[in-house]
């Protein structure tokens, strides 16, 4: 029987497991709830179990697979070890071990959930076939991820590919949850795309489809608006994007992926928003025409069992 | 009798060559005019032929050579072949297997000059003790280099590390080399330092030490009055230092090194300069408290033949 691996993303909501083969061929995936009570504790315990079920149900013995990763929404020591994880509840406790533990001793490799999934838009996603790649995704916040010669660059205090977290615009008044001001995720994010448009509108008397929504606009009703033409809707686009061309540009003048894949809710837009991405971050980088090209992701919700699965291959 | 390893720095005038004990002590240096006619073919054999001298003199055998490193001032692929190299007129060669060869089949790596003067300064220099820096040279131009894991990171397409090539301020109309327009090179370079000065004895009329300097004013002479408290010069370093803070605060975002070292010219005013970097890169970065610090680069010209010996050494 060839080899197995396991992905594992755990979420607030729910955790996301798949079990897959060895060469990225995804088996079978599901959901278990995270049961938050009691600082998250039941959390490892029953992944565990659900995991024993369906590899009984599969026919997959134990040491048929290789091992298990898994991301978590919060800083990762290397050796596993999570000092907060405010989304679960989990405090001062390290479980890599646990699954590892509970698991008879199986291999586990442990990340943050967006250097994760970033790693799974590598191995089977928008970055198949690269080494090299930067994901950004554009979600309620803005996360990313480095990934160099097919590792993850955690960064020596763990703040590698926090792209949302660049400071990019000056004069900014509001505050970022980092307690930043005029950081990308202030600007690119689903929240910040929403907010853009709330300010356009309250600044300009133009007519616009944008205005039917007031401020209850969401991003996706301002990239539609865009996508039909509107020229305020297409105004803010192009003032997101061109903060999102410049954080790319920092990025590729840093580490120089091969190229850039960006994922999350507001990539459903496509390649209207890569292609206005993309202008921008051409002209911020003139140096050289030879350089980081910027792609789609494709796995969604899955680039993060993805990530976990690869992870645990080294 | 320990290995040795040699460290190779081309320049545009003269190559430099230094002989190191692998754990990183310097033997012996000395230097080698770079003789340019001919499209440069007289260089490797004449590095080659003062390297043979000074190992007979010095009473080392070849086999007691473990390698030799170079580094090259333009972009070099991993195999080691130069396409161009303006300031050598090097053009479609491969320096790295000319040096091999001629030193009998002697094992030999390459790399581009300040990535391999980062390697140096990570080595032996301001980021002795880490794995993980990133240098950034304020000389004529603004250079840079990222090192992880004890090792360069080039990027894709030999862009990393152009840390002088982030754009970083809007609205400038003078263009860079690069064809950039908003570079930290030209803010933060001996000659942006300078430009920056001439700009505020223009646009303003107040008092100032610089003026005396008139248009010739040069980056030392601005950082002398800034630490004779002249507010004009401070007001100068002060516009300099954040927009280095804030690429820094950007690079730190992307890969979050242990350290920065800040080397070149520039940097011979001390912690006077890194403690006004600092200041702003701190403010910049609210995310966590836990993050790369700046340090001042230690070995001056010699950080070239320091990484390029490291390099050999893997």
Known sequence: MKKKCIGIDVGGTTVKVGIFETDGT??????????????GK????????????????????MEDVTGAGMGIPGPVLPDGYVEVCVNLGWRDMNPQKMLSD???????????DANVAALGEMWQGGGKGYRDIVMVTLGTGVGGGVILNEKIVAGRHGLAGEIGHIHIREGEKEACNCKGHGCVEQIASATGIAREARRAMAARTDESLMRKWGDDITAKNVLDAAKEGDALALEVMDTVCYYLGWALATVSMTVDPEVFVIGGGVSKAGTFLTDMIEKHYRK???????????????????AGIYGAARLVLG
Chains 1, 2 share one sequence.
Do not use: Q
């Open 284 to 302: 911020l980088t003139p140096i050289s025409e030879n350089k980081a090209g910027i792609r789609l992701a494709t796995l969604g919700n899955d």
């Open 26 to 39: 995804l088996l079978r995936k599901w959901e278990v709830p995270s049961r938050k009570e009691e600082n």
């Open 102 to 112: 509970l698991l008879g001793g199986m291999p586990v490799c442990s990340g943050n």
């Open 42 to 61: 039941y959390i490892i315990p029953d992944v565990v179990e659900s995991i024993k079920k369906v590899l009984k149900e599969e026919k997959i013995a």
